[in-house]
């Protein structure tokens, strides 16, 4: 899936969470994460920690790939 803003990356990560069955309050339990920062990473805040957000995709077991673009780079 091609994401391209972090509205849809964090949908991404709930509807792959709902899929496996995942409750948010389990995913802050294994992860060591609060239950309102997966909420913001789901929601699509725009400040959220990389590091914690490409952890979370591996949680789920998604992988996050960055690939160039053919063409002019997007200023």
Do not use: H, W
């Not at 309102?36 to 789901?42: A, G, N, T, W």
């Amino acid at each position: 899936m091609k994401t391209t803003n972090t509205s849809e990356f964090g949908k991404a990560l709930r509807d792959r969470r709902k899929t496996l069955g995942y409750t948010q309050a389990y995913l802050a339990e294994v992860s060591g994460f609060s239950v309102s920062f997966i909420s913001d990473l789901e929601r699509g805040k725009k400040t959220i920690e990389l590091g914690k957000a490409i952890e979370m995709s591996k949680l789920l077991g998604l992988d996050v790939c960055l690939q160039a673009r053919d063409g002019n780079v997007e200023s």
